[in-house]
């Protein structure tokens, strides 16, 4: 469950059992279940505490161990459950992998914890200070997933713009980058959520000299009026978001943005609210998560007074989506005719999918001998949210 980071703890976590004599199992019976958690949103936190019941009530006389975000600073409400064996409040950081399983694309931790302690998110709370990863180990376990046939690594953190900030280590996110540039086999590289303080001169230079890293990058909004992102402690305006993904696409180009948006958040107006549509129709991100308010117990925000409607928010949610929806049409209308490069990851029916360096989704007709290869494309036309592609020549 959970980001990108929380997915390779899991992995992590897969491969020390697997080392001590454990057998994965893709059903039950079982001895075991371990159920890593999340509690970015009130949502997460109930879709956890399902799993875990889930587990319970499917398999009696397994046990079941509960570990992750949830366990870290509510592990009380998780004891309450009748059934789990044992709770693990630890921080598996630094760990390695050596591949992950059922993915194309690998996801690489180099980064955990966060220091920003935004007044509306826990995860600062239970992900503890910033901590970076030494670029030797991140090189090692790199090569090794490279050796493995990842084409792709996604760099991931927890604030991955934070990397270099903690003690120990002296290099930047751009120093990992340029580093990563050279393994041989890894044909790219992508940065996964980043803060828009976070993108230095010196990132947008790789952008710009790489010949691997991905012209796509994930910039969270949360809200575009400057009220607002002062109440959530965010560090920059509506202004200066606009004036760096401005600055970001003129120096890349073809470079396509997704981000995040948090509706509701308390105190929020109909005009608070307008200018994240206006912000979010002035960056035309690929795509717009959008994610309704939801209390989190111990942040700042718990205790902020004027609390929107529940009524309200899904209707704003609901008119930024259609708003989300239509800058997407218009990113993926502009690339129609062109040719690109697109990682064959999944299957689907009758055709193969996969992505572009920029995250563009594009089908293909179905060729089994192309999974897991980066293949020359035509991105004929758009299709129902997905470019319809025929092929050209194919990488190793």
């Known amino acids: 469950?959970?980001?990108?980071?929380?997915?390779?703890?899991?992995?992590?976590?897969?491969?020390?059992?697997?080392?001590?004599?454990?057998?994965?199992?893709?059903?039950?019976?079982?001895?075991?279940?371990?159920?890593?958690?999340?509690?970015?949103?009130?949502?997460?936190?109930?879709?956890?505490?399902?799993?875990?019941?889930?587990?319970?009530?499917?398999?009696?006389?397994?046990?079941?161990?509960?570990?992750?975000?949830?366990?870290?600073k509510d592990w009380a409400q998780l004891k309450a459950i009748k059934g789990i064996h044992l709770i693990v409040k630890k921080s598996f950081f630094p760990e390695k992998i050596s591949g992950f399983s059922q993915h194309?694309?690998?996801?690489?931790?180099?980064?955990?914890?966060?220091?920003?302690?935004?007044?509306?998110c826990k995860v600062a709370l239970v992900r503890g200070k910033e901590r970076s990863k030494k670029l030797k180990l991140i090189l090692e376990e790199a090569k090794q997933l490279a050796a493995c046939g990842y084409k792709e690594i996604v760099l991931t953190g927890i604030c991955l713009g934070a990397?270099?900030?903690?003690?120990?280590v002296r290099e930047t996110l751009a120093d990992?980058?340029?580093?990563?540039?050279?393994?041989?086999?890894?044909?790219?590289?992508?940065?996964?959520?980043?803060?828009?303080?976070?993108?230095?001169?010196?990132?947008?230079?790789?952008?710009k000299g790489s010949k691997k890293l991905c012209r796509h990058l994930h910039i969270p909004i949360q809200s575009g009026d400057d009220r607002i992102l002062r109440l959530m402690n965010r560090k920059y305006s509506a202004k200066q978001y606009a004036d760096l993904i401005g600055r970001l696409k003129s120096a890349i180009p073809s470079l396509v943005i997704t981000t995040d948006c948090l509706i509701g958040f308390p105190g929020e107006t109909e005009e608070n609210f307008e200018h994240?549509?206006?912000?979010?129709?002035?960056?035309?991100?690929?795509?717009?998560?959008?994610?309704?308010?939801?209390?989190?117990?111990?942040?700042?925000?718990?205790?902020?007074?004027?609390?929107?409607?529940?009524?309200?928010?899904?209707?704003?949610?609901?008119?930024?989506?259609?708003?989300?929806?239509?800058?997407?049409?218009?990113?993926?209308?502009?690339?129609?005719?062109?040719?690109?490069?697109?990682?064959?990851?999944?299957?689907?029916?009758?055709?193969?999918?996969?992505?572009?360096?920029?995250?563009?989704?594009?089908?293909?007709?179905?060729?089994?001998?192309?999974?897991?290869?980066?293949?020359?494309?035509?991105l004929n036309k758009m299709g129902e949210d997905v470019f319809l592609g025929g092929y050209g020549k194919a990488q190793a």
């Open 1 to 72: 469950m959970g980001c990108k980071a929380n997915q390779y703890d899991t992995q992590s976590i897969r491969e020390r059992f697997l080392s001590k004599g454990f057998i994965e199992c893709a059903n039950g019976p079982v001895d075991y279940y371990l159920v890593n958690t999340c509690t970015v949103t009130g949502g997460a936190d109930q879709k956890s505490r399902n799993i875990i019941r889930r587990c319970i009530q499917s398999s009696p006389k397994s046990k079941v161990i509960v570990t992750g975000c949830l366990a870290e």
């Open 163 to 168: 990397y270099g900030r903690s003690s120990g």
């Open 176 to 207: 990992v980058v340029g580093a990563l540039e050279n393994i041989p086999g890894l044909l790219r590289i992508r940065l996964s959520s980043i803060e828009a303080g976070d993108v230095s001169p010196e990132l947008i230079k790789c952008f």
């Open 276 to 378: 994240t549509v206006e912000l979010v129709k002035k960056i035309i991100p690929l795509k717009a998560h959008i994610f309704p308010y939801s209390s989190r117990p111990q942040t700042k925000a718990a205790g902020f007074k004027e609390a929107v409607d529940p009524r309200v928010i899904r209707l704003r949610c609901d008119k930024l989506a259609k708003v989300a929806g239509e800058c997407r049409k218009e990113v993926m209308r502009g690339f129609i005719g062109s040719t690109a490069e697109v990682l064959i990851e999944n299957e689907s029916g009758e055709c193969l999918e996969g992505l572009t360096d920029n995250y563009l989704p594009v089908k293909l007709p179905y060729r089994p001998e192309l999974k897991n290869t980066i293949v020359k494309v035509r």
């Open 104 to 120: 194309t694309r690998a996801f690489l931790k180099i980064q955990d914890g966060c220091s920003n302690f935004c007044t509306y």
